[in-house]
């Protein structure tokens, strides 16, 4: 009984949503749920990942471990990007503190080794360190694609509610299979009801 009257109301809001939507031609970017807590988005998604709707992503105020598990997603090796950058920075220091003393400009003094390595330990440390910071901003970027000025996620309504106490979950219109007629039609069907089924614009 609960979970026909969870279709009822949320079909309504996505009914509302879909007449709007027609008004421009914008193209749809995906279709989104509005939940109150992460057991609920994490309900859902375990509900709409076998059923091969679309791409699903999420977007909440703290960091979800076991909603990234369940949506299949592989945590990136950012302690590998940080050793490698911090690898190649502390190289490249040391070979520039060795061929500066050693070739580029000698200055011999009391016929000390012109490789005195333990002379320049602390700037390739410090270098190191800073290459493997840095290494790791930039992966990052990459790796969520930023910068981006605008994204589609900003159309959905209350979505600034994302950093605060809202959780948010987005079948994108990415795949062949996507059918947003279909995706409202699950999303409003859950057994944990969202809040407000949409169509969401580019």
């Known amino acids: 009984m609960a979970k026909g009257a969870n279709k009822g109301h949320a079909g309504v809001d996505a009914e509302h949503k879909v007449a709007a939507g027609h008004e421009n031609d914008a193209p749809l970017w995906g279709v989104s749920a509005e939940f109150d807590d992460a057991s609920s988005l994490l309900d859902a998604i375990s509900d709409l990942a076998p059923?091969?709707?679309?791409?699903?992503?999420?977007?909440?105020?703290?960091?979800?471990?076991?909603?990234?598990?369940?949506?299949?997603i592989r945590?990136?090796?950012?302690?590998?990007?940080?050793?490698?950058?911090?690898?190649?920075?502390?190289?490249?220091?040391?070979?520039?503190?060795?061929?500066?003393?050693?070739?580029d400009y000698i200055f011999n003094i009391g016929g000390r080794p012109l490789y005195s390595w333990p002379a320049f330990v602390v700037p390739t440390v410090s270098f190191a360190t800073l290459t493997g910071a840095f290494a790791v901003y930039v992966g990052l970027l990459m790796l969520n694609r930023l910068p981006t000025l605008n994204h589609p996620a900003f159309n959905i309504p209350n979505f600034s509610r994302s950093t605060q106490d809202r959780y948010f979950l987005v079948i994108e219109a990415r795949d062949a299979v996507f059918d947003p007629d279909l995706a409202e039609r699950a999303l409003a069907g859950l057994s944990t009801r969202p809040r407000l089924v949409t169509r969401v614009k580019r």
């Open 75 to 103: 945590h990136p090796p950012m302690n590998v990007v940080a050793i490698l950058g911090a690898l190649v920075g502390g190289a490249a220091m040391m070979a520039m503190c060795l061929y500066a003393t050693a070739y």
């Open 51 to 72: 059923r091969e709707l679309g791409r699903l992503d999420t977007y909440s105020p703290v960091p979800l471990p076991a909603v990234a598990d369940a949506l299949g």
